[in-house]
């Protein structure tokens, strides 16, 4: 799961075990100046981004499902089977 804020993006790692879904590692941090400034689906996809650079060691080689509650995310992932 990935979120952003005004001010700080966060994630939280996680593994779903018996349709429950148990967390593993949160993980967040402020943003920089410049990043303040980012747009609302900008942040949200550094959100994105921060949760798989922290979470790396634990991704490498296994299925990864993205939780977002960012519509524009949501839509840009319907695109890719898209050709233009």
Same mark, same amino acid.
């Given at each position: 799961?990935?979120?952003?804020?005004?001010?700080?993006? $966060?994630? #939280?790692? $996680?593994?779903?075990?018996?349709?429950?879904?148990?967390?593993?590692?949160?993980?967040?941090?402020?943003?920089?100046?410049?990043? *303040?400034?980012?747009?609302?689906? @900008?942040? @949200?996809?550094?959100?994105? *981004?921060?949760?798989?650079?922290?979470?790396?060691?634990?991704? *490498? $080689?296994?299925? #990864? *499902?993205?939780?977002?509650?960012?519509?524009?995310?949501?839509?840009?992932?319907?695109?890719?089977?898209?050709?233009?």
């Amino acid at each position: 799961m990935c979120d952003a804020s005004d001010m700080a993006v $966060g994630a #939280v790692l $996680g593994q779903q075990k018996d349709k429950i879904f148990r967390p593993i590692y949160y993980a967040s941090r402020t943003l920089t100046p410049a990043q *303040i400034n980012y747009a609302t689906t @900008e942040k @949200e996809l550094l959100a994105v *981004i921060f949760a798989f650079d922290k979470f790396r060691s634990y991704l *490498i $080689g296994t299925k #990864v *499902i993205v939780y977002t509650d960012h519509s524009a995310l949501k839509y840009l992932r319907t695109m890719q089977n898209q050709d233009f």
